[in-house]
């Protein structure tokens, strides 16, 4: 029977960190190696074999995390955050955690956390970039109505940003003068590119065969359009791993940490461990909802009336996750089901 061998990793940019040890802890090699891919390979055929690694979640994780798992028995990626509260130390550089790393992985005590595959890492990277993209536009147009207020110009809010309005004041506004005019065209021009990119890059997730069929199923829930639907598909993954829909909402960011001690319990804030961008979408979403869907209209007119609409709209965005689970888990489209006591999805 072949020995297994653990390897903790250490990733930074330029350089990883490594540490082999054997089952028994005793150092096989230890050392760096540039974090390159022909590097990697070269390293890699110094290693013993059979072989396990494990490496903390950071933004270089994903493409070492593919090159390795071909040639790995199995290959890990910790939760930074739990695993900083179980290796913390008074001394800490890079070959201490390396160590570190390994010998949780060779206890088992890692706490892993899900990697999602390839082709939806690929696309995640690419709705993550229309994110991007949005908050570049209202950028520039927040700067379009800053130069006009700075000039002293009225204008029409509404009316903004629609390109034939926009023509008509630069045009006949005498209190836009030569070089305000070329400033705003230029932000103008920038807008519209934007758009057109933005557009561009949904149109070509919502065409993706690895998505067009779940996508299609997600919309059918009220509230749910193609970039909440995105959102959620690309963000959870395999919506299997939720064992529960509390956990779901949890990742979601939509129900605040625990702190309580003894007989108290201390209301706190929305928690920081989640997922912001499925949390700024579902929030969003969970806004119009009540306009699209007569159920969630009731739930949120029944959270509202005990006194702060904030809390309402959480729990309409609650409801929208259990919905969101329960049509991806069930592979079908949406139906409200009546019953005598409640409506469920």
């Known amino acids: 029977m072949e020995t297994m061998y653990y390897i ?12 082999v040890k054997d089952v028994s802890g005793r150092v096989y090699a230890e050392g760096s190696v540039p974090a390159t891919r022909f590097d990697l390979d070269r390293w890699m055929k110094t290693l013993p074999g059979p072989w396990t690694a494990a ?12 090159h390795l798992q071909p040639h790995a028995a199995a ?8 695993l900083r509260a179980i290796a913390a130390a008074k001394k800490k550089n890079d070959r201490i955690d390396a160590k570190k790393i390994c010998d949780c992985l060779r206890c088992d ?14 696309r995640r990277r690419t709705l993550r970039y229309r994110n991007l993209l949005v908050r570049q536009m209202v950028q520039m147009k927040n700067k379009i109505a800053m130069l006009l207020m700075e000039a002293g110009v009225s ?4 009316k903004l940003h629609k390109a034939g309005y926009f023509r008509e004041l630069l045009a006949t506004n005498p209190d836009i003068n030569e070089g305000l005019c070329s400033l705003l065209r230029v932000c103008r021009e920038t807008v519209v590119r934007l758009q057109r990119t933005e557009s561009a890059l949904v149109r070509s997730l919502e065409r993706d065969s690895l998505l067009m069929d779940r996508v299609e199923r997600l919309m ?20 299997q791993r939720f064992s529960s829909i509390k956990k779901a909402i949890s990742y979601c ?26 949390q ?30 904030n809390r309402a709209t959480l729990a309409v965005a609650r409801k929208l996750v259990a919905y969101l689970v329960a049509v991806d888990r069930g592979q079908r489209n949406f139906q409200v089901v009546e019953t005598s006591n409640c409506i469920a999805a």
């Open 8 to 19: 903790g990793l250490d990733v930074h940019k330029r350089a990883i960190s490594y540490c």
């Open 55 to 66: 490496m903390e979640a950071t933004v270089f994780t994903g493409w070492i995390y593919d």
């Open 75 to 82: 290959l890990k990626v910790a939760h930074p955050l739990m």
């Open 109 to 122: 005590f890692l706490p892993e956390c899900y990697m999602a595959s390839t082709a939806i890492r690929e």
């Open 155 to 158: 204008y029409n809010k509404q």
């Open 220 to 239: 059918t829930i009220p509230a749910v359009g193609p970039i909440t639907a995105l959102t959620w598909a690309l963000e959870v993954g395999d919506v």
């Open 253 to 278: 960011g939509l129900c605040s940490a625990e702190k309580s001690s003894g007989n108290t319990v201390q209301r706190t804030p929305l928690s920081k461990q989640r997922n912001k961008h499925l």
């Open 280 to 309: 700024t979408t579902l929030i969003e979403a969970a806004k119009m909802a009540p306009r699209n869907s007569p159920e969630l209209a009731m739930l949120y007119d029944k959270e509202k009336r005990k006194g702060h609409a």
